[in-house]
């Protein structure tokens, strides 16, 4: 419920005419590291907090919709996917069921009434998910601006190649500036 709600508010910042650095010409993109939620990102990916990485993310875009700012939503729904790919490829359900754990519990609500599932049921939902809201963030980035967008997944590719074991760990280095 929360995931279509916020979908169907960022579609909605999308119909809405703008002005400013978020809407500006191509080539023309906000920083990355602009905004200070986007700053939180890398140290609540390090912590492994992908829930607090993505309500980060999800605050700068809601409070300034940028290219940047889609693109590094997308990064950390692919960090998701990745770290889950890894632990399934290292047998780490326990780890999986953390990460579940991380992304359901909101509040301490969720201590007397925790949500349940297996890790392999988890991983599933969760890649399906991630995959399906990282290919809708990208494709917002995309419309915002392109030359941007374009230029980040650059970035992002080189980082992945040179951190393949543990990228989705932290943000690329080039994104710190």
Not at 71 to 94: G, K, N, P
Not at 122 to 141: F, G, T
Not at 147 to 161: F, G, P, S, V
Request: proline share 5%.
């Amino acid at each position: 419920m929360v995931t279509r709600l916020t979908c169907m508010a960022l579609f909605g910042l999308l119909l809405l005419p703008g002005e400013g650095a978020a809407f500006a010409d191509p080539g023309e993109g906000v920083s990355v590291t602009m905004h200070p939620y986007l700053a939180k990102t890398d140290v609540f990916l390090a912590a492994g907090d992908y829930r607090r990485a993505l309500e980060a993310c999800q605050r700068a875009i809601d409070e300034m919709p940028s290219a940047a700012g889609y693109i590094r939503l997308t990064y950390v729904y692919q960090a998701i996917d990745a770290y889950l790919e890894h632990l399934s490829q290292e047998e780490q359900w326990m780890a999986v069921e953390h990460l579940y754990l991380n992304l359901a519990y909101r509040d301490t609500e969720d201590l007397v009434d925790p949500p349940g599932g297996l890790a392999r049921m988890a991983k599933e939902m969760i890649q399906a998910s991630v995959r399906q809201q990282s290919d809708v963030s990208a494709a917002m980035a995309t419309k915002l601006d392109k030359a941007e967008t374009e230029r980040l997944w650059m970035e992002q590719a080189q980082w992945r190649t040179t951190n393949p074991k543990t990228w989705w760990r932290g943000i690329p280095a080039a994104w710190m500036r």
